[in-house]
């Protein structure tokens, strides 16, 4: 139980392209979902929380206009790069946490991430 | 700000038992998970511990949890070449869903 698929798995693109980056829970509902960015041999850098039927909330330093978060559906949220540039390439993934506030310890499970590579 | 702190590399031979080490600054954590990363691919949960808890053993992992000294160790018993890979610790920041992740250890098992 408690997978999560991404998708795409890799995109290469031109410059200025916009790239939406899909994350799915599959076997269990996710009120909550989060978005990271791993540089190479770095730790995860959380980017933003997303929140199923309300606005994401992003970290600090990053730009919401550029990072575009959907969460319509208890099981997908979305990630679109938008006019991406070759500093925005990188590894993002994704992770969801099962049920509401009420199952407090449930943990993240994390999608296989998304290879981005910006020409 | 909190910091997750791990060394960054660990060889050890096939058979062998691994210790990986992690280190926490917010003593109010409730909650610190395992991760596991193969390259290329993202995090696989291993094992999660409350904060309640000094001990928790999953078949091959035991995970060892000094809240006084704000350590937490993972144990890998009879290593296998399949257990190279990343591997992050993580506590849940307090009051929130969110996750502070270590610096990853970079585990290499030599046959």
């Known amino acids: 139980g408690a997978v999560v698929s991404q998708h795409p798995s890799w995109v290469i693109c031109k410059s200025g392209t916009s790239v939406k980056i899909e994350c799915r829970s599959l076997?269990?509902?996710?009120?909550?979902m989060f978005w990271y960015r791993q540089f190479p041999k770095q730790s995860l850098m959380l980017m933003a929380t997303?929140?199923?039927?309300?606005?994401?909330?992003?970290e600090q330093g990053v730009e919401k206009d550029k990072f575009l978060i959907n969460h319509a559906s208890l099981t997908l949220s979305t990630l679109t790069v938008t006019s991406a540039h070759p500093e925005d390439s990188s590894f993002y993934i994704c992770?969801?946490?099962?049920?509401?506030?009420?199952?407090?310890?449930?943990?993240?499970?994390f999608g296989d991430g998304t290879r981005l590579s910006i020409l | 700000g909190e910091d997750v702190e791990q060394s960054l590399f660990l060889s050890v031979r096939e058979g062998d038992s691994s210790v990986i080490n992690c280190t926490y600054t917010?003593?109010?954590?409730?909650?610190l998970y395992w991760y596991k990363q193969e390259p290329g691919a993202g995090l696989q949960l291993l094992t999660y511990?409350?904060?309640?808890?000094d001990m928790k053993q999953d078949q091959r992992l035991t995970v060892l949890l000094n809240k006084k000294d704000k350590h937490l160790s993972l144990r890998i018993a009879d290593t296998q070449t399949g257990d190279s890979a990343i591997y992050f610790c993580?506590?849940?920041?307090?009051?929130?869903?969110?996750?502070?992740f270590g610096t990853g250890t970079r585990l290499k098992v030599l046959a």
């Open positions: 992770s969801a946490r099962e049920g509401g506030q009420r199952i407090s310890n449930q943990p993240q499970h």
């Open positions: 076997d269990f509902q996710a009120t909550t």
């Open positions: 997303s929140n199923e039927g309300s606005k994401a909330t992003y």
């Open positions: 917010d003593s109010s954590s409730t909650y």
């Open positions: 511990i409350f904060s309640n808890m």
């Open positions: 993580a506590e849940r920041e307090p009051g929130t869903y969110k996750y502070i």
